[in-house]
């Protein structure tokens, strides 16, 4: 604590983002959620891809518990359900009708999600206010930006990044992705983020392990001494690029 405030000030003026990045944490035990100032409990029936607009738009800071209304699915991978094979299928027939061409595929579909194994209770609220200390972070923003963002995580140390897209249910490719694998990892938003969730179409979405989010400040103060800074410089299509590139290449 006490980093995060600066940390996604920078982010945000570094990135010319629009909304604020997000802290998500999980908890053990639901009475954690009393210890967090200012936090709203939402017991209403939602889908999870709603709680991060509202604290990145909104600037709310949301506590959910499985006993609350969220969706079961939703519960099942953020961290408030557990999954077994007739919960899959039960999902996955209901995919069949919808996104999926079978149900055989659709359970393949499950089997390939990332869930974050459960605990009592889930936090979300903006980075900037400080509340708990996350487990994950989410920057939302054009690809341009988050392209920027992980090029920034490259210029202190090369790595390939590897994403995925499972479709219907992409909040599993981000954020709880993310979770499981403590690796940086970027989403398409779905269909249900996009209408719910009320993410743009020119978002997507980054979630990043709180000790990368450093790193990402790092390589955006180095970029900038080659000259790279969001927003990038407008070369044009139809004209010569050799001055421009002379600017930052040898």
């Known amino acids: 604590?006490?980093?995060?405030?600066?940390m996604s000030q920078e982010l945000k003026t570094e990135l010319c983002l629009r909304t604020e990045p997000i802290g998500f944490r999980v908890l053990q035990k639901a009475e954690e959620l009393d210890q967090i100032p200012r936090m709203m409990r939402w017991k209403a029936t939602c889908a999870f891809c709603q709680i991060p607009y509202l604290v990145r738009a909104q600037g709310l800071t949301i506590g959910v518990t499985r006993e609350d209304g969220m969706l079961d699915r939703c519960k099942r991978i953020h961290g408030l359900l557990a999954t077994d094979e007739q919960s899959m299928k039960e999902e996955a027939a209901s995919l069949a009708l919808t996104w999926m061409p079978s149900p055989e595929e659709a359970v393949r579909q499950q089997q390939d999600y990332y869930r974050i194994p459960p605990g009592e209770a889930i936090v979300l609220a903006p980075l900037v206010k400080?509340?708990?200390?996350?487990?994950?972070?989410?920057v939302y923003g054009?690809?341009?930006q988050i392209m920027m963002a992980m090029c920034a995580m490259q210029k202190v140390k090369y790595e390939k990044f590897n994403f995925h897209f499972i479709g219907e249910g992409a909040c599993s490719d981000s954020l709880a992705q993310c979770y499981v694998t403590n690796k940086p990892a970027l989403g398409i938003?779905?269909?249900g983020e996009r209408t719910m969730g009320q993410v743009a179409e020119d978002e997507i979405v980054i979630a990043l392990p709180p000790g990368e989010v450093e790193r990402v400040l790092k390589g955006f103060k180095i970029?900038?001494?080659?000259?790279?800074?969001?927003p990038l410089v407008n070369i044009g299509g139809a004209t010569d690029p050799s001055p421009a590139l002379a600017a930052f290449y040898k």
């Open 130 to 138: 400080e509340k708990f200390e996350p487990e994950v972070v989410l």
């Open 1 to 6: 604590m006490g980093i995060w405030k600066e």
């Open 142 to 144: 054009t690809p341009t």
């Open 189 to 191: 938003p779905c269909a």
């Open 223 to 230: 970029l900038r001494k080659v000259g790279f800074k969001y």
